[in-house]
């Protein structure tokens, strides 16, 4: 079993934001915690657009502390 992997739920939405895609954005903000738990919310992930094999490592969190 590997350790859960998080994103930053800010990161999430500055990368919405830069793509015009506001209203998602506000959507992410508001239902989500600080960490988003990438493999609880892979297809949600995907839905917007995010990919995060794209991302910089320090952008993917290994555990939440």
């Given amino acids: ?9 800010a ?4 990368d919405l934001r830069l ?4 209203a998602r954005a506000d959507w ?8 988003i738990d990438t493999d609880k919310n892979a297809s949600l992930l995907r839905m917007l ?3 995060l094999a794209a991302k910089a490592p320090g952008d993917v969190v290994a555990s939440r502390s």
């Fill in 28 to 35: 992410v903000d508001r239902e989500f915690p600080g960490l």
């Fill in 11 to 14: 990161r999430i939405t500055a």
């Fill in 49 to 51: 657009g995010i990919d």
């Fill in 19 to 22: 793509r015009q895609l506001h």
């Fill in 1 to 9: 079993m590997t350790a859960p992997e998080y994103v930053e739920k």
